[in-house]
């Protein structure tokens, strides 16, 4: 088989990046190790910066999401018990974000490519990457049905998010990793009830933190901060509403409309940075190359910025002859990855209970959220971070 570039993972970064090079007649293969279902099975991101947004509209698969998603002008803080509102609109000069998920991201994403006829090849297995940085051009192998097939391209690009093999393909003398793990995880509940606020309500609280999200005003999403030796077995969902109610201001608690859990999981949480993010005619997008802690709702909004420099990168390789977006792609990229990663780290930072915080610790916490509300400068900060930095 022969195409132009080849993209590992059928995730969003891999997704989005194939529609929007066939929209400008450039021929990809997207080899993708599950299946359909099984990817839109995962539940995972909820907020889309507004550069996700116009990158999905320019990839002619926005249209759903303009009528399904909502837009948020801000969301609540609070700071055990004492609930804030940070107003994105009003400190970025007019920007939002929207709220809708990654699994209907993604789902937006299968049906474009299967309208276009984009090859997105399902249940692949024993993926290799070859020559990917000699002077011949790379190719990917991988089993299908017990078949080997063999995928001859100019560029592979992977985007087959933390556990998949394109990092893995760097040497280890050429590649960097940066890594911070954080001693809990987020225990995720999906549930058919009414989102108990209009806008996200991020609770900082003694017992640890907690996060009231939404998918549509009949799906909501919740989650609490647990220790990493908690299992999902150990929370039945009569426990985790209990605790939620707990983080909450009495208010909001009181009027938590609850329901059986529909979709019920612990995400570790972790920042990670693998450098350089290309090598010879590899480039990485996405989780392959980066994870952030959910706290800032950087992931998938990372991913994105990825997709939008390597897509602009491709198009002027091959419509003008102009390499220097790919040979700039890893340093442009990285410039923005590092700020979500520091934007990540500290609403994490802030928001969470540390086990081995001192009580100085817990005293900046304190601080850092009393700052936030008395200076300008700082809610000026969060927002734009929140809303996502320029490309
Ligand atoms: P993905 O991991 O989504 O996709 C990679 C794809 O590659 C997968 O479909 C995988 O099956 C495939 N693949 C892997 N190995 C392969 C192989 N050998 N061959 C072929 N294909 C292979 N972000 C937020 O902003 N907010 C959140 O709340 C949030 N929650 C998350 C919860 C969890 C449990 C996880 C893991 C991530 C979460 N994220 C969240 C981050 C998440 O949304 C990612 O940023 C987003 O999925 C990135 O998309 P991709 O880069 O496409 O990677
Ligand atoms: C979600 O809805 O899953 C979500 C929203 C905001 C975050 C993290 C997760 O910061």
Not at 355 to 378: C, H
């Amino acid at each position: 088989m022969k195409t132009q570039v080849c993209i590992i993972g059928g995730g969003p970064s891999g997704l989005l990046l194939s529609q929007l090079l066939h929209l400008k007649g450039i021929d990809t293969v997207v080899l993708e190790r599950q299946s359909r279902d099984y990817v839109l099975g995962r539940i995972r991101a909820g907020v889309l910066e507004q550069g996700f947004t116009e990158l999905m509209r320019e990839a002619q698969c926005g249209e759903r999401m303009d009528r399904e998603g909502e837009i948020h002008e801000g969301f609540e803080l609070s700071d055990n018990g004492v609930m804030r509102h940070v107003d994105l609109e009003k400190y970025t000069g007019g920007s939002t974000v929207m709220v809708y998920g990654q699994t209907e991201v993604t789902r937006d994403l299968y049906e474009a490519r299967e309208k276009l006829g984009g090859v997105v090849i399902h249940n692949v297995e024993d993926v290799a990457l070859h020559d990917l940085n000699t002077d011949t051009k790379p190719y990917v192998t991988y089993t299908l049905n017990g078949e080997e097939v063999r995928v001859d391209c100019d560029y592979v690009v992977g985007a087959d998010g933390y556990h998949g093999p394109s990092r893995k393909a760097i040497p280890a003398d050429v590649l960097t990793e940066y890594e911070k793990v954080y001693p809990f995880g987020w225990l995720g509940v999906l549930s058919r009830t009414k989102p108990v606020n209009p806008e996200l309500i991020y609770a900082k609280h003694d017992r640890g933190f907690a996060l009231c999200s939404l998918r549509s005003q009949v799906l909501s999403r919740y989650y609490i901060q647990v220790p990493l030796t908690d299992s999902v077995e150990d929370w039945s969902d009569e426990a985790f509403w209990d605790e939620l109610k707990k983080r909450l201001p009495e208010d909001v608690a009181a009027r938590l409309e609850t329901g059986p859990s529909i979709e019920k999981s612990i995400a570790p949480l972790r920042s990670y940075v693998a450098e350089p993010m290309r090598w010879g005619n590899l480039f990485l997008a996405g989780d392959a190359a980066h994870i952030v802690p959910p706290t800032g709702a950087k992931g998938l909004n990372s991913a994105a910025s990825d997709i939008y420099y390597l897509y602009h990168g491709l198009v002027a390789h091959y419509q003008n002859g102009d390499d220097s977006g790919l040979d700039s792609y890893s340093q442009k990229a990285l410039a923005r990855v590092w700020k979500a990663q520091r934007f990540s780290w500290w609403m994490t930072s802030i928001l969470h209970t540390f086990p081995d915080n001192l009580p100085y610790d817990q005293k900046l916490q304190g601080t850092d959220m009393e700052y936030l509300f008395s200076s300008e400068a700082a809610m000026t900060s969060l927002a734009e971070n929140y809303v996502g930095l320029p490309y």
